[in-house]
C-alpha cells in the first residue's frame, strides 16, 4: 500500500466525534489487540496526515523513483504493476516521466479513488483499481515490471499469505520480468525500533506510539494514538508487521520461485518533520528475476488463426560460437524477448521446436496442421553454423513452406570469399584480398598493412578478435595460427585490407523487385574505444561483456545521398543474383578514400531483439514486435499464403 505504516495512524470512522472514539487505556499485550485484518480499515485521510511527512512528500517520492528506475533500468515501454499502490505516489510520478504502461492496485478505496483523481488531473493514463494482493486480477505474463513499494510487504497475519502474494506477482511477470520491494530492515528495527514516542502532526494533531516485538520475534506490534487538542483521542489502534531481514526475504522469494535475488544497499527517507520515522527509518531494497516458461495462450477454436512452427537452435546442444559453448541466461532471455513479441500477434498460433534430434519426427507428425515455419534457427543444424543450409534443405525435402532463404543461398553466403567474387563479377567493389589455401605453410603478402585475419566460412564473427587487425609480419602469422587452431588446418583463410573508414549495414526486409523495405542505414560507433584498439564489429562486441568493445553501438548512419543510394542499389542486385528470400543485412565499409566496400552478405541475419537489423527497424519507428510481423507478411506473400 506504498504507506509504510512507520507510524500507521488511520481511524476507520469517516468523522472525529470524541463520543465515537472507544480508547483503551494502558495494555499489557499490544499484540492481542491486533485484528488480523487491520490493514483493511486504516488507510485513509488520517493516514495521510500522520504519515505525509514521508507518503505526502514529493521531493522524497522522485528522490525514491530516481533510485528505482536506475537499478532497474526503466524504459518507456515497461509495462508495470505498482502493488500496493496506496494513493499512487510512485506510479504518477513514473507517469510524468514517460512510462507509457503502468497499473497500480491497492485494498484501500479511499487511496485508489485519489490516485484515480489526480491521475485524471494531470492527463495521465494510468490504470488503478481495487484488489487483493493474493489473488490478482491480471493475466498470467503480463508484466515487466512488478513494485512493492513505500514498506508495502509483510502486512498479512501469515507468512504463507506473503508467499501467496509473491507466487501471484511470479505468474503475472513475463519470463524474466522482475521484481523490486523496498521493505523495512527487519534486522535494524528489531535491534533499535523506539518502544514509545511521540510527535505533532500539526498545530493541532499529535500522535503517540507504543511499539513491542511479537511473541515469534517476527513481527512489530504497533499501536497509535492520535489526539486532537480541541476534540481529545481521535484514533487508537494497532497494527503488525512481518519483520524481514536480507535472508529472511530471499527465503521467501525463493519459495515463491525467483531467481537471481540481490540487495542494493540500506536508504532512509529524508523527513522534513524527521520526528519519528518508525518503519521507515532504514529500508533495504530488493530486486528478483523471474525465470519460468511462457504461459500457452488459450486460441478460440471459432478464431481463424495460422499455425506457425517457429524453428530455433537447441539449447540442449553444444555450440562453440558462444562463449562458454553453450546456451546460457543471454540466450534464453533473447529467445523469451522473441516469444514475448511474438504473443502480440494475434492471428498466428506459434509452436516452438528446438530439440534437433527429434525434429523430423517432430515435423512429420505436426505437418498437416501448420501453415508454414517460421526458420529462425542461425545456429544451424545441431547448432553447426556450417549446417544452417540443412534446415531449409529438410523443409523443402519435406515440402513445408518456411520464411527467409533457401539451402543455395546460405551455402553461397556462408563462404566469404566466393561471395567476393560474385560481387566483383557484378561490378560491385569489395576491398583487395587473398585467400590462403590450407597446404599454404609460407606467406607472400601482396597487400598492404593494415590488413584483417578472418576465417573464410563462419558466423557470429567467431574468430574476429582485436587480434585479427594487424600491422606487421610477426601478428600476421600469429593470428592465421590463431585462426586455424580454432577452426582446423584444413580451412582456407581469409586477408582483407583493412579499411578504416564507417562500419555500415543495410537491411531489407521484403523481396525486390516487388515489394520491400529498404530500413535505414546504420554505421558502428566506435567513439568509446581508446584510440589503441582497432574499429571492429567482431567477437567481443556481440558475446563478451565485460570487453570495452561491449559498449560500441548502432547510430543512423551520415552519408551523402549519392553514397548512399550507390550502396542500397548493389544491395538489391545482389538480393536478386543470390537469390535472398524476405530478409537480409548487407555489412559494407568505407576505405580511407570514403569510398564504399562490401565486406559480407548475411540471409537470414540475426533477428533478436538487439540485434543490428531491430536497431535499423527502430530507427524507422518499427517495433520489434512490427518487425518480426513484417517478415512473416513477406514470407506469406511469397508463398501465396493468405
Known amino acids: 500500500m506504498n504507506t509504510g505504516l512507520s507510524k500507521l495512524n488511520h481511524s476507520h470512522k469517516k468523522t472525529f466525534n470524541k463520543e465515537n472514539i472507544i480508547s483503551f487505556g494502558p495494555i499489557h499485550n499490544l499484540e492481542e489487540y491486533v485484528k488480523p485484518n487491520w490493514w483493511r480499515y486504516i488507510f485513509n485521510s488520517m493516514?495521510?496526515?500522520?504519515?505525509?511527512?514521508?507518503?505526502?512528500?514529493?521531493?522524497?517520492?522522485?528522490?525514491?523513483?530516481?533510485?528505482?528506475?536506475?537499478?532497474?533500468?526503466?524504459?518507456?515501454?515497461?509495462?508495470?504493476l505498482d502493488l500496493c499502490c496506496g494513493q499512487g505516489r510512485h506510479s504518477l510520478e513514473l507517469g510524468r516521466r514517460g512510462i507509457l504502461n503502468i497499473n497500480g492496485l491497492d485494498r484501500s478505496h479511499f487511496l485508489i479513488q485519489k490516485a484515480k483523481t489526480q491521475a485524471k488531473k494531470e492527463g495521465?493514463?494510468?490504470?488503478?483499481?481495487?484488489?487483493?494482493?493474493?489473488?490478482?486480477?491480471?493475466?498470467?505474463?503480463?508484466?515487466?515490471?512488478?513494485?512493492?513499494?513505500?514498506?508495502?510487504?509483510?502486512?498479512?497475519?501469515?507468512?504463507?499469505?506473503d508467499i501467496r502474494v509473491l507466487k501471484e506477482i511470479f505468474r503475472v511477470l513475463k519470463p524474466w520480468g522482475k521484481l523490486l520491494i523496498d521493505v523495512a530492515d527487519g534486522e535494524y528495527l528489531k535491534n533499535n525500533y523506539n518502544p514509545h514516542s511521540w510527535e505533532w502532526i500539526d498545530k493541532k494533531y499529535f500522535v503517540c506510539r507504543e511499539r513491542a516485538i511479537s511473541i515469534d520475534k517476527n513481527r512489530l506490534i504497533s499501536r497509535e494514538i492520535v489526539t486532537h487538542v480541541g476534540k481529545g483521542v481521535i484514533v487508537d489502534q494497532f497494527y503488525a508487521e512481518r519483520l524481514y531481514s536480507k535472508d529472511s526475504i530471499s527465503k521467501v522469494l525463493e519459495s515463491a520461485g525467483?531467481?537471481?535475488?540481490?540487495?542494493?544497499?540500506?536508504?532512509?527517507?529524508?523527513?522534513?518533520?524527521?520526528?519519528?520515522?518508525?518503519?521507515?527509518?532504514?529500508?533495504i531494497i530488493t530486486t528478483a528475476v523471474c525465470k519460468k516458461e511462457w504461459t500457452p495462450i488459450k486460441i478460440n477454436k471459432k478464431e481463424k488463426v495460422k499455425q506457425v512452427i517457429v524453428v530455433l537452435g537447441d539449447p540442449l546442444k553444444t555450440d562453440i560460437l558462444k562463449p562458454l559453448g553453450v546456451f546460457d541466461d543471454d540466450d534464453i532471455y533473447v529467445i523469451d524477448q522473441l516469444k514475448n513479441s511474438l504473443r502480440e500477434l494475434k492471428n498466428y498460433k506459434f509452436i516452438y521446436m528446438d530439440n534437433h534430434d527429434t525434429l523430423i519426427q517432430d515435423l512429420i507428425k505436426i505437418k498437416p496442421k501448420i501453415?508454414?515455419?517460421?526458420?529462425?534457427?542461425?545456429?544451424?543444424?545441431?547448432?553447426?553454423?556450417?549446417?544452417?543450409?540443412?534446415?531449409?534443405?529438410?523443409?523443402?525435402?519435406?515440402?513445408?513452406?518456411?520464411?527467409g532463404s533457401g539451402p543455395q543461398c546460405l551455402a553461397y553466403c556462408y563462404d566469404k570469399s566466393l561471395i567476393?567474387?560474385?560481387?566483383?563479377?557484378?561490378?560491385?567493389?569489395?576491398?583487395?584480398?587473398?585467400?590462403?589455401?590450407?597446404?599454404?605453410?609460407?606467406?607472400?603478402?601482396?597487400?598492404?598493412?593494415?590488413?584483417?585475419?578472418?576465417?573464410?566460412?563462419?558466423?557470429?564473427?567467431?574468430?574476429?578478435?582485436?587480434?585479427?587487425?594487424?600491422?606487421?609480419?610477426?601478428?600476421?602469422?600469429?593470428?592465421?595460427?590463431?585462426?586455424?587452431?580454432?577452426?582446423?588446418?584444413?580451412?582456407?583463410?581469409?586477408?582483407?585490407?583493412?579499411?578504416?573508414?564507417?562500419?555500415?549495414?543495410?537491411g531489407i526486409i521484403g523481396n525486390p523487385p516487388e515489394s520491400y523495405n529498404v530500413l535505414p542505414v546504420i554505421e558502428t560507433d566506435y567513439s568509446m574505444l581508446p584510440p589503441n584498439l582497432p574499429k571492429i564489429c567482431g567477437y567481443e562486441s556481440k558475446w563478451l561483456p565485460n570487453s570495452l568493445y561491449w559498449n560500441i553501438k548502432s547510430i543512423p548512419a551520415n552519408l551523402p545521398d549519392e553514397k548512399e543510394k550507390f550502396i542500397i542499389e548493389f544491395c538489391i542486385n545482389l538480393f536478386d543474383r543470390l537469390e535472398i528470400r524476405d530478409y537480409c543485412r548487407f555489412d559494407w565499409r568505407l576505405d580511407e578514400n570514403n569510398d564504399p566496400k562490401l565486406l559480407e552478405v548475411n540471409p537470414n541475419p540475426g533477428w533478436c531483439w538487439d540485434g543490428h537489423l531491430a536497431k535499423m527497424a527502430e530507427i524507422a519507428g518499427i517495433s520489434y514486435t512490427k518487425m518480426l510481423e513484417l517478415i512473416l507478411n513477406t514470407a506469406e506473400q511469397r508463398l501465396g499464403i493468405k
Not at 58 to 77: A, G, H, Q
Request: hydrophobic letters at 35%; one cysteine or more; glycine letters at 6%.
Open 47 to 80: 493516514y495521510l496526515k500522520t504519515d505525509g511527512d514521508v507518503v505526502e512528500d514529493n521531493n522524497i517520492t522522485r528522490v525514491e523513483v530516481n533510485l528505482f528506475s536506475k537499478i532497474l533500468n526503466l524504459s518507456p515501454d515497461d509495462k508495470i
Open 420 to 506: 567476393r567474387g560474385i560481387a566483383k563479377e557484378m561490378g560491385i567493389p569489395v576491398a583487395d584480398a587473398f585467400l590462403i589455401k590450407p597446404e599454404d605453410t609460407t606467406f607472400n603478402l601482396p597487400i598492404e598493412f593494415p590488413v584483417i585475419v578472418k576465417p573464410n566460412f563462419g558466423d557470429s564473427s567467431f574468430g574476429i578478435t582485436q587480434k585479427s587487425v594487424v600491422n606487421n609480419l610477426e601478428d600476421f602469422t600469429n593470428a592465421i595460427s590463431e585462426i586455424r587452431e580454432k577452426f582446423g588446418y584444413d580451412k582456407p583463410v581469409l586477408i582483407e585490407k583493412f579499411l578504416t573508414g564507417k562500419d555500415l549495414s543495410v
Open 124 to 161: 495521465l493514463n494510468i490504470k488503478f483499481r481495487e484488489g487483493d494482493a493474493r489473488k490478482l486480477p491480471y493475466p498470467s505474463d503480463s508484466f515487466d515490471v512488478v513494485l512493492i513499494l513505500g514498506n508495502s510487504f509483510g502486512y498479512f497475519e501469515t507468512i504463507q499469505d
Open 371 to 403: 501453415d508454414f515455419v517460421f526458420n529462425l534457427c542461425d545456429e544451424g543444424y545441431n547448432n553447426n553454423a556450417k549446417k544452417e543450409l540443412h534446415l531449409p534443405a529438410i523443409f523443402e525435402i519435406m515440402q513445408i513452406p518456411c520464411t
Open 258 to 283: 525467483f531467481k537471481k535475488i540481490s540487495f542494493h544497499g540500506e536508504f532512509s527517507p529524508d523527513s522534513k518533520r524527521n520526528q519519528d520515522l518508525g518503519m521507515m527509518e532504514r529500508r
